[in-house]
Structure formats: C-alpha cells, structure tokens
C-alpha cells in the first residue's frame, strides 16, 4: 500500500508542473478576440470610404488647380483668352489611373469615379477675368 501512495504522489507531481493553457482560458482569449475584431473591422472599412472622399476632394482641388494653370498660360499667351471652349480644352482632366470619368469630362463638368465612390462635378466658366471653377453638384 506504501507503493501506491508513492506513485500516486509522483503523478500528481507531474500533473501540478505542466506548462500549457487551460481551455476556459483559450475560450476567454478567443472571445476578447472576436469582440476586438467585430469593433476594428468596421472601423476598417469606414477609413477606408473617408479615405476615397478624401482622395475625391484632393482631385477637385487638382482640377481647379489645372484651370488657374490654363487660364494663366492663356493670359500670357500672344492671342490672350479667347473663349472658354479653348480654355478648357488645354485643361487636363485625367488626374491619374485609379480615377475616372463616367464619360468624359465636359466643358459643364461630369461624375468623376474613384473605387465604388463618386462625385458629380459641375463646372463654372471661364471668363476674361476669371479661371473656370469645379464644384461638387449636389
């Protein structure tokens, strides 16, 4: 009877030692887990729209930028402004290969398409005085 204590003694020794993870404690880490996932994964996509708007709104600055660049090389030029039709067709409209037009940009404007997002863009004219102007069309 004295053998068997012992041993016993030797297997719970063993049992108290091992290294490893108890399954409550798997259970907890994995739920902590899908809680942080199921607030990132959201606020993953949300950037990533805010970051298309963005994006959207830093081409219509390039396109205004492009307007104010035409219109003052045609300012400077020996023939001077003429019309908006000249003006605007020496504006470069493609800002570069993520975006695109759901036609083509017009002299009045157009949707301009970035990713699944899209604006509708209305141009204001040239005149002798002032560079032709992109806003948002509501």
């Known amino acids: ?46 950037f990533s729209e805010k970051a298309n708007e963005k994006l959207l709104n830093a081409a ?19 023939d001077g402004w003429v019309n908006d039709a000249i003006l605007f067709s020496q504006v470069n409209t493609d800002i570069n290969s993520d975006f695109h037009w759901g036609s083509k940009a017009k002299k009045t404007g157009g949707t301009l398409h970035l990713g699944g997002q899209k604006i509708k863009l209305e141009r204001i004219c040239s005149t002798n005085t002032s560079a032709g102007k992109w806003i948002i069309k509501e």
């Open 1 to 46: 009877m004295l053998r068997i204590k012992q041993s016993y003694n030797r297997v719970s020794i063993k049992l108290k030692n091992q290294l490893g993870f108890t399954l409550i404690e798997l259970v907890l880490v994995l739920a902590v887990i899908a809680i942080l996932s199921s607030i990132a994964v959201p606020k993953f996509f949300d």
């Open 60 to 78: 219509l600055a390039e396109l205004n930028g492009r307007e104010k660049l035409a219109f003052a090389k045609t300012k400077n030029s020996t």
